[in-house]
């Protein structure tokens, strides 16, 4: 139980595109899904948390506008990254909790690696 | 400023050898989780403590919360190259709540 899956896994872009990431809860409900990106040999970085059927709230320094949060359902969280570059290349991962458990666990996604050219 | 401290921040260690692996914080923690990460793929959850000076195994990891749930940590017996990964503890104010992360310790433990 409990799995978290992200799509794509790999992305390779130009500068200027949006790239959209996929996070799903496969055999769970998840009110509450989170946003984090990495960088190589750091620990995960809050971007923001999304909750289903409103607005994401955002962690200070992320431009709500650049990375576009959207939880359309219990399953299914989208982080767009829009008009991206070079710099926005990082590893993101996605989380989500348990609608059923009380308790503060969260469960990853393998995370996507975007490229930007 | 990191709420949460980890440290060491990377530790090489030969097969066999046990580590132990520290985070701490001035704050109070309703709970605190352990993950381990391996190069390029999320979080895997080890662990989660509740209650102060709750004690946990599994198999050769030993996970302790401190009394004032502000720290814990992370022991390894007989360390195997398959331990080898990066450790997050994560602790959590409120249930539901966001979690914070420590800084993570990079464990390599050679053959």
């Known amino acids: 139980g409990a799995v978290v899956s992200q799509h794509p896994s790999r992305v390779i872009c130009k500068s200027g595109t949006s790239v959209k990431i996929e996070c799903r809860s496969l055999d769970f409900q998840a009110t509450t899904m989170f946003w984090y990106r990495q960088f190589p040999k750091q620990s995960l970085m809050l971007m923001a948390t999304s909750n289903e059927g409103s607005k994401a709230t955002y962690e200070q320094g992320v431009e709500k506008d650049k990375f576009l949060i959207n939880h359309a359902s219990l399953t299914l969280s989208t982080l767009t990254v829009t008009s991206a570059h070079p710099e926005d290349s990082s590893f993101y991962i996605c989380?989500?909790?348990?609608?059923?458990?009380?308790?503060?666990?969260?469960?990853f996604g393998p995370g996507t690696r975007l490229t930007v050219l | 400023t990191q709420l949460l401290e980890q440290s060491p921040q990377f530790l090489s260690i030969q097969e066999g050898e046990n580590l132990t692996v520290y985070c701490n914080s001035s704050?109070?923690?309703?709970?605190l989780q352990w993950y381990r990460q391996e190069p390029g793929e999320g979080p895997v959850l080890l662990v989660t403590?509740?209650?102060?000076?709750e004690v946990k195994k599994l198999k050769r990891l030993t996970f302790q919360f401190g009394d004032a749930r502000k720290d814990s940590s992370l022991h390894i017996t007989a360390a195997q190259p398959g331990d080898t990964g990066l450790y997050l503890c994560a602790g959590g104010r409120e249930a539901g709540n966001k979690l914070t992360f420590g800084g993570g310790t990079r464990v390599l433990v050679k053959p």
């Open positions: 403590v509740v209650t102060g000076g």
């Open positions: 989380s989500a909790r348990d609608f059923g458990l009380a308790g503060d666990e969260q469960f």
């Open positions: 704050s109070v923690f309703s709970s």
